[in-house]
């Protein structure tokens, strides 16, 4: 990408209050295409707060959210999705009474903007049933295509939000603590995905993780919020192995000795 171009995504002095609180201070940030970029910090850093202010959920108070070098600060989480912003949450955001397949599905038809009123007569769309199932195979969930999404245990959840993200096929990726919740045996099958979203030079990638063993497999940087700031961004190996962050975020107390 030449060096004139805007970043696919960047964040300029981005800041929200809550009353007397500063959540989120001021953090600049650009993201380059084909990058994956780890979030991380202690409790209380403000690192999901950061999130939902770059996918639209909260309203920052000052400073900019820019896509491709546009300012989409003042637009609603839906147009931010529209433009290319695909959020996967902490907490699950599905249709808990329809279908696993139909969760997808309807992703699919919102991607495509054939409408969403269109749920019983699912048989006659069938190139969307096929892509749905697609999906379903690649998050493990092709089995229970037929069950509603209130019925799969939470990690079966986590899995469906990831298939319904890749189906509206965003430029911008973001997975909020995507292991949360999964057993074991789940818990590749959703590694394994990101690293295939990560292959693609196309797409950009944000992960707010606590597990550092995720964080060293996936990251290509990393950068550190704490109290709301920004205080390391970099290379993972130099930032992990960084003072501030070994004492703010790992606990490693510098010794006075």
Do not use: W
Request: with cysteine; net charge negative; proline share 5%.
């Amino acid at each position: 990408m030449p060096a004139s171009s805007p970043p696919v995504l960047e964040t300029e002095n981005l800041t929200i209050r809550f009353g007397g609180h500063v959540a989120v201070d001021s953090v600049s940030c650009r993201y380059e295409s084909g990058s994956l970029t780890a979030i991380v910090g202690p409790n209380g850093a403000g690192k999901t707060t950061y999130f939902n202010m770059i996918s639209g959920q909260l309203k920052a108070s000052a400073g900019q959210v820019r896509l491709y070098g546009n300012d989409i600060t003042g637009l609603s989480a839906p147009a931010r999705t529209h433009r290319g912003i695909g959020r996967a949450f902490q907490l699950t955001n599905l249709f808990p009474n329809l279908s696993v397949l139909e969760n997808v599905r309807l992703a699919i038809q919102s991607r495509r903007g054939i409408g969403l009123n269109l749920l019983t007569r699912a048989s006659s769309f069938g190139s969307l049933i096929e892509e749905a199932e697609t999906l379903l195979d690649r998050t493990n969930l092709l089995e229970r295509a037929g069950e509603t999404a209130a019925a799969l245990p939470h990690g079966g959840q986590r899995r469906l939000e990831v298939a319904v993200l890749l189906a509206l096929e965003p430029d911008v990726l973001m997975f909020d603590e995507p292991t949360a919740g999964m057993s074991a045996d789940e818990v590749p099958v959703i590694l394994d995905l990101i690293r295939e979203i990560k292959g693609d030079r196309t797409k950009t990638v944000l992960l707010v993780e606590h597990k550092m063993d995720v964080v060293r497999s996936l990251a290509d940087r990393i950068i550190v919020l704490h109290n709301g700031a920004l205080v390391a961004d970099g290379p993972p190996d130099e930032v992990i192995a960084s003072p501030i962050v070994q004492e703010a975020y790992l606990g490693v107390r510098k010794s006075h000795a």
